[in-house]
């Protein structure tokens, strides 16, 4: 019952005529055989004569293949004929042969480049005007709970405060503590040629506290919490949750979006505070074994040569980051389409992008800083 | 006439749970059969074991004379290639067309030449009522209707014996789903099917079942021709069939 594998030929050529019998099954996998015994015997301008008298019997790809060949012979005005016994054979012959199919409907038309670049801009226009239609809607709220304060979903912030900032404390200190230790380990060996090595405390306290510790921590957690706001909204819009939610009446801009953004935005000046933290405790580490500068002389240095400013313009950052972050990472997941390959390109999308927002509103912020003068 | 599919003292448990305690039935060649029951009964996961996803406890499924329950790999692969399945969702792979998806295993387990494939891909999207202007979408791009029809025709591709449904008709209107009947019929007729079905769609039941099986409470309670099962005294019979329609 299962397909056999057994097809034999015999074939005899004479008056410009071949005789060409086949004894076994006819199937997808016999197929390729046939179709070479039969084109190394075929000599050009010859007529065909298929015995399909032993066939027990044949598939519709063999019942394609034979009707194709019936086609070239009648294009070429040579003469075909077959005979066959089986009547099962028969009728999947026929079955084939009254299916007169347009097969130039399925020849796949390749859009030329003028026409996928324009389809590309489009839909990245499209998909910016997406973005700002979201921005609108996150906005309108934003305003929404601020005169309902009270269907503000405080349970949904605390968990995503815990899972997103809270259980992100260990690797934010941790690779901040390492940067800081190789920022002072890099710099203390410039420094010593001048013997400048108490300028170490100058150069960690500004670039820390300005730059680093909210760009580390950003990064961190787009690559963190962005990735996982993208993917579980993703995954919520393929199973139809979140349309389940729109027709209930819960809004996921309320239930989702905006506990996510309010969370991160609260955690993310702590994150950065925690960064600060652990950087300098790198940098002092450092500085302490490799140029001589005990703990005390490094806080008393920092606390002459740091200005205040410089540590709160880089908590005053974290807010935005978060907003970017979060923003990006959910519209990423609600962009999601129903299909898997989908949640992963979108994944990554949104860790890149929210990155180069980042660093893009780092580079406004260092631009209107620097021209207010702080 | 031959027997396709024979179960004998088939056995499942989960567990604590058993499932099914001891099932014998079997299929002929070229009827359609249809595994019935309340929710719950174990009718899917019966399918389930007919083309191994799912381990069998105890006894033994025969399909063209093998026992799934106990084979070997290469065994089990020349199988695999002699049937088709059609899952509830479709189950297309998403990240190909219409045309990759059907093309796929001709591509896979045959020496067949492109323009052959597309022919032979050309006929069963034809065959299954799909146009051909359809076989460059993706899954996603599709309504529900046609996704079962190009599940259908991917589970055709490789001219298969026989064919598993699992509730061909569920989650189509009621004209879609009387079409599908119908193409099933048809396709039976055409290529000489053997088709296996798990369904909960009354007409469809009606309209398309040669014989069929009814698990209820671990055991099959009724079998054979339709007529025969209602008239039965059994009170998932008389409640299923009896419901007004």
Partial sequence: MLSKKNLSFTSSFANNRLDFSLAGEINLYTLVSFEKELESKLRNGSELFLNLDDITSIDTAGAIYIN???????????????????EQVISTLKTIHVLHLDLEEFVYKQPSFIEKLGEDAVLRM???????????????GFFYLFKHLRS????????????????????????????????????SVQLKIYGANIFIVDMLGISIFRELAPLLTAIVIAGRSGSSFTAQ????????????????????????????IIALMLMMPLLIFVSDVTGLL????????????????????????????????????GPFFAFLIASIGIFRG?????????IGINTTKSVVESIFAVIVCDAVFSIIFTNLGI | MKKIIDVKDLYTQFGANVVHAGLNFHINEGEIYGILGPS??????????MVMLQAVSGGSIEIFGRDVANISYDDAQELRKNWGVLFQGGALFSSLTLYENIALPLQEYTKLDKNLISEIVAYKIDIVGLKPKDAYLYPSQISGGMKKKAALARALSLDPKLLFLDEPTSGLDPISAREFDKLILKLRDLLGLTVVMVSHDLKSIYDTLDRAAIIDNKVIVAQGKLDDIISMDNQFIQTFFKADI
Avoid at chain 1, 70 to 86: D, H, I, M, V, Y
Avoid at chain 1, 235 to 256: H, N, S
Avoid at chain 2, 40 to 49: D, P
Wanted: aromatic share 12%.
């Fill in chain 1, 68 to 86: 194709k060949l019936e086609q070239t012979f009648t294009e070429k005005q040579l003469a075909f004929s077959l005979t066959c016994k089986n």
């Fill in chain 1, 126 to 140: 499209k998909k910016f005007v997406e973005f700002l239609s979201f921005f609108g809607q996150i906005s309108y």
């Fill in chain 1, 152 to 187: 503000l979903r405080y349970k949904e912030i605390f968990f995503e405060i815990n899972e997103n900032a809270i259980k992100a404390f260990g690797i934010v200190a941790l690779t901040s503590f390492l940067v800081g230790v190789v920022m002072a380990y890099q710099s």
């Fill in chain 1, 233 to 260: 909204i993703g995954a919520m819009k393929i199973t139809e949750e979140l349309d389940a939610m729109r027709t209930m009446g819960f809004d996921p801009i309320v239930f989702l979006v905006i506990p996510r």
């Fill in chain 1, 282 to 317: 790198g940098g002092m580490l450092v500085a302490n074994l490799d140029l001589g500068i005990s703990t005390s002389l490094f806080l008393d240095r920092l606390n002459e040569v740091v200005a205040a400013k410089h540590f709160f313009v880089g908590i005053a950052k």
């Fill in chain 1, 334 to 342: 609600m962009l999601v389409k129903d299909d898997t390959q989908s």
């Fill in chain 2, 40 to 49: 719950g009964c174990g009718k899917s996961t019966v399918l389930r074991e």
